[in-house]
């Protein structure tokens, strides 16, 4: 009787352990078939003037703003999800104005750039390994990073990728969520069931005292209604117009464009062993400089600033900064606050050849 326990025993522990490693996010990934939201969806918006431009990175195209003097001190500003440059609208005319040279991006299925169409074409890996191919393809140089949301899960792994092109880091509502050991082997299969057991979600509120993480991508996979304009009035401080609104969900008119938007909550945990790898042998060891400036309004990344100024060597001695009702996107509630901080951070941290 005790063999046929042990035997028993036995299979269910392989049978977790094989679930386990099946449910671990593929780093493998293909170019997929994309669609590109009609040019006339971008007609007249709210204070974004800006002249497109474009590159072929990895099969596809990718939109990204080009502001200010070719021989100007680079800012890279990446946005997330389910925002696009649209987001940085407020800040570039500030920083160009300064003689700064500004690139937005918009990644992989946002904004202008190509959209897969297909949910499952979008991974972390994939997002990661076509913005770094996006600095290679425009050699950026010596540039800054400004990073918010997603443009921190994705930018802070495209500094890591390829630091010779980054002078230095300022991380605003942000983070790398990482797990080392068995905690990040489990972190993503538990994730995904609990993204399961909330079932179809087609409205959210956020007072309910049930509402978690996983509600929200749920809902973000499964409802009929995506509703934009509620998701970034409650994240905000400002009050914004309906056109600014509207502006949010311009490259988005039809389901088929949607599916990065759907998709990038339920990416979150996908690569938590690979965040920890990066965030202990890499920004373990980052000497260029970094500064934090988050939002004292945005829960969501509440205490996240504190995590890197304490990893961080580069951090040290730096002007953190808590901003006053700033919330998660916070570029619509500080945008002059942001770029002064930002502007003063690269004065204070001139780019020095051979620091790393």
């Known amino acids: ?54 590159v072929e990175v990895d099969g596809y195209r990718i939109h ?29 005319p500030l920083l160009t104005k300064q003689g700064y040279r500004v690139i937005a991006p918009d990644n992989v299925g946002f904004g202008k750039s190509d959209k897969p169409v297909d949910m499952n ?67 993503y ?15 959210l509120n956020f007072d309910d005292e049930s509402f978690s993480f996983s509600t929200w991508v749920a809902y973000a996979r499964t409802t009929n209604n995506f509703d934009f304009a509620s998701l970034f009035q409650r994240a905000t401080t400002r009050e914004l117009s309906a056109e600014e609104l509207a502006g949010y969900a311009a490259p988005y008119p039809t389901e088929e464009t949607i599916a990065a938007v759907r998709m990038f909550p339920s990416l979150v945990a996908s690569q938590l062993r690979e ?26 990344m509440a205490g996240q600033d504190k995590r890197w100024q304490n990893t961080v060597p580069g951090a040290k001695g730096q002007a953190h900064t808590l901003i006053e009702n700033g919330a998660h996107f916070i570029q619509e509630d500080r945008p002059q606050e942001l770029v002064d901080i930002l ?11 051979g620091v790393e």
Do not use: C
């Not at 538990?190 to 979600?201: M, N, S, T």
């Not at 965040?275 to 969501?300: E, R, S």
């Not at 502007?343 to 050849?353: C, G, L, M, S």
């Open 1 to 54: 009787m005790l063999k046929i326990i042990l035997i028993v025993v036995a299979v269910i522990i392989l049978v977790l352990l094989t679930a386990v490693v099946l449910l671990q996010s593929s780093n493998t990934w293909q170019t997929a078939k994309s669609v590109r939201t009609p040019d006339s969806r971008f007609d007249n918006l709210p204070d974004y003037p800006f002249a497109p431009s474009y």
């Open 64 to 92: 990204y703003l080009d502001e200010g003097p070719k021989d100007g001190e680079v800012v890279l500003l990446m946005h997330g999800q389910p925002s696009w440059s649209y987001l940085y609208r407020h800040m570039i």
């Open 121 to 187: 074409a979008h991974s972390y890996q994939m997002h990661v390994d076509v913005m770094s191919n996006f600095t290679d393809a425009i050699n950026l140089k010596d540039a800054t990073l400004f990073a918010q949301d997603w443009g921190g899960l994705i930018g802070l792994r495209v500094v890591a990728e390829r630091p010779d092109r980054f002078a230095r880091i300022m991380l605003s509502n942000t983070t790398l969520p990482a797990m080392g050991g068995i905690k990040g082997w489990l972190g």
């Open 189 to 203: 299969p538990l994730f995904k069931v609990a993204v399961w057991k909330e079932g179809d979600v087609q409205s």
């Open 275 to 300: 965040n920890q790898a990066v965030m202990d042998h890499f920004y373990a060891n980052w000497n260029k400089p970094l500064i934090t400036a988050f939002g004292d309004k945005d829960p969501i």
């Open 343 to 353: 502007v003063q951070f690269i004065k204070d941290n001139p780019h020095t050849e």
